[in-house]
């Protein structure tokens, strides 16, 4: 039986991987007036402590800055062209199709989480 070779984790893709981390935990911390309050809710977490997350709305703007550029820049590690072969060592770059996919998910939840603040007066 054919072993099948792993190929090494470029440090490109941990440091796009590290990224969409960020990028997620800053958009859950831009959305705390809205999301993490039901979140905590759906969890088993209550209090009347929960309404002291509204202080943490002046740091909402930093946050999705934060949030956006950190997706920019994964999504410019993650979809730019790969490397060329190198010819000696017959090694070549992947295209890394399943770190693209995590990618998109993510921006897909970061686009729902930033953007819940916007549509939630519509369901009170």
Do not use: E, H
């Amino acid at each position: 039986m054919p072993t099948l070779a792993r190929q090494p984790v470029d440090s490109t893709d941990r440091k796009a991987g590290r990224l969409i981390a960020v990028a997620v935990l800053a958009s859950l911390l831009a959305s705390t007036c809205c999301v993490l309050p039901l979140a905590l809710v759906l969890a088993g977490v209550t209090g009347a402590w929960m309404a002291n997350l509204q202080a943490m709305k002046p740091v909402t703007p930093y946050a999705i800055a934060l949030t956006l550029g950190a997706l920019a820049w994964a999504g410019w590690l993650v979809f730019r062209p790969a490397r060329a072969c190198d010819i000696a060592d017959g090694a070549c770059a992947t295209t890394r199709p399943l770190l693209r996919r995590v990618f998109i998910a993510c921006v897909l939840f970061v686009a729902l989480l930033l953007g819940f603040p916007l549509i939630a007066p519509l369901f009170y």
